[in-house]
């Protein structure tokens, strides 16, 4: 039977643990991902309190990092999403993708609007893709691809 999760604390000290198994093991997100069975971006957000995860994998999690039997079993709750407060957040990488959206959002509603239609794009029905590549210039740049079904709004 599946459980939700009102309370993001158990999670949350879950999440710290287990990052801190990965952390004293070497351990790397994909690798993770490899014993779940499940896309490194899903696991790691999974591992992070913000997915429920599937009996086996939250049981191959647990295995690999050491996780108890109740963290095993709060691994496969639907957890109470959103790890950011209301607050502005103040750790610098998830500040830019703040600023980002705070710069781009009203754009990237426009051109989907504009080319969907009034709806949202889908964060359930939806994939996500992280990927370093070389930068022309020099360096290196990050690929970040969202791809979420596009929900269209049904008048009632």
């Given at each position: 039977?599946?459980?939700?999760?009102?309370?993001?604390?158990?999670r949350r000290e879950i999440?710290?643990?287990?990052?801190?198994?990965?952390?004293?093991?070497?351990?790397?997100?994909?690798?993770?991902?490899?014993?779940?069975?499940?896309?490194?971006?899903?696991?790691?957000?999974?591992?992070?309190?913000?997915?429920?995860?599937?009996?086996?994998?939250?049981?191959?999690?647990?295995?690999?990092?050491?996780?108890?039997?109740?963290?095993?079993?709060?691994?496969?709750?639907?957890?109470?999403?959103?790890?950011?407060?209301?607050?502005?957040?103040?750790?610098?990488?998830?500040?830019?993708?703040?600023?980002?959206?705070?710069?781009?959002?009203?754009?990237?509603?426009?051109?989907?609007?504009?080319?969907?239609?009034?709806?949202?794009?889908?964060?359930?029905?939806?994939?996500?893709?992280?990927?370093?590549?070389?930068?022309?210039?020099?360096?290196?740049?990050a690929v970040i691809t969202?791809?979420?079904?596009?929900?269209?709004?049904?008048?009632?």
């Amino acid at each position: 039977m599946q459980h939700a999760q009102f309370d993001p604390t158990a999670r949350r000290e879950i999440a710290v643990a287990a990052v801190e198994a990965k952390i004293a093991k070497d351990l790397t997100w994909q690798r993770i991902a490899d014993a779940a069975g499940l896309s490194v971006a899903y696991t790691t957000a999974a591992v992070l309190g913000q997915h429920a995860l599937p009996e086996a994998a939250a049981q191959a999690v647990g295995d690999l990092l050491d996780l108890d039997e109740r963290a095993v079993r709060l691994l496969q709750a639907i957890p109470t999403r959103g790890s950011l407060g209301g607050a502005v957040p103040t750790d610098p990488t998830i500040y830019r993708f703040h600023e980002m959206l705070q710069v781009y959002g009203t754009t990237l509603k426009a051109l989907v609007h504009e080319q969907f239609g009034d709806g949202i794009i889908s964060a359930i029905n939806f994939t996500l893709d992280v990927r370093k590549v070389a930068d022309p210039e020099g360096g290196e740049r990050a690929v970040i691809t969202l791809d979420g079904k596009y929900l269209p709004t049904k008048p009632f």
